[in-house]
């Protein structure tokens, strides 16, 4: 029904696809996998999204990418409405399996995504998971990230504790971590909340 409203079922699977993923940066071939729609479809959908305002774009080592424009007037509720993980299709990962996901890690207290997902190298890493985990379960949710983006995941895991510890003495590596452009997909307890 809401792809009728919108008029293109590509362009909701595109809203679903930025709203979920805020910070996340997408080039088109990339999307057409992710969405499993046509390239051309795809194109035009997001050449109408720009237009609108709803997407930004830049180009980065000769290849464009397109992202959410957290700035855009209406992205409060837009985000309420298709960010929330209901997709209409299984192609595009909704919350409810990450959050499946990152369940079966352990006992998650923080998981971020940045790096090559944010298009932000400061960190150093692509992928940043705080808590008390299982390292079987950890490797082979990386293993499946590798598969699903066909790259290789620079990750880090730290216990609570030790995060708590290099958060206070201001830890360089956590600093650019956390200062750098994000995905935060747990935040257990806010303390990312003031970062």
């Given amino acids: 029904m809401i792809e009728q409203l919108l008029g293109s079922k590509t362009r909701l699977k595109l809203l679903q696809l930025f709203l979920s993923n805020p910070n996340r940066s997408y080039y088109v071939r990339e999307i057409t996998r992710k969405i499993g729609e046509q390239i051309n479809s795809v194109r035009r959908e997001l050449s109408n999204l720009l237009n609108i305002g709803i997407i930004v774009s830049e180009t980065t080592n000769n290849r464009l990418y397109y992202e959410v424009n957290q700035k855009y007037e209406f992205y409060d509720p837009l985000k309420t409405i298709f960010g929330s993980g209901n997709q209409t299709t299984s192609k595009v990962t909704t919350k409810s399996d990450r959050r499946d ?30 808590g008390n985990t299982n390292a079987h379960a950890v490797q082979k949710f990386v293993s499946e990230l590798e598969a699903k983006e066909g790259k290789e995941i620079r990750y880090t895991v730290m216990d609570l504790e030790d995060f708590k510890y290099r958060l206070q003495v201001k830890d360089r590596f956590v600093t650019n971590v956390l200062s750098a452009k994000k995905q935060t997909l747990v935040d257990s307890h806010g303390m990312l909340e003031s970062e």
């Avoid at 790096?115 to 992928?127: P, S, V």
């Fill in 101 to 130: 996901d990152i369940k079966a890690l352990g006992n998650v207290d923080i998981l971020i995504y940045t790096g090559q997902f944010t298009r932000d190298e400061t960190a150093g890493i692509d992928l940043f998971i705080v």
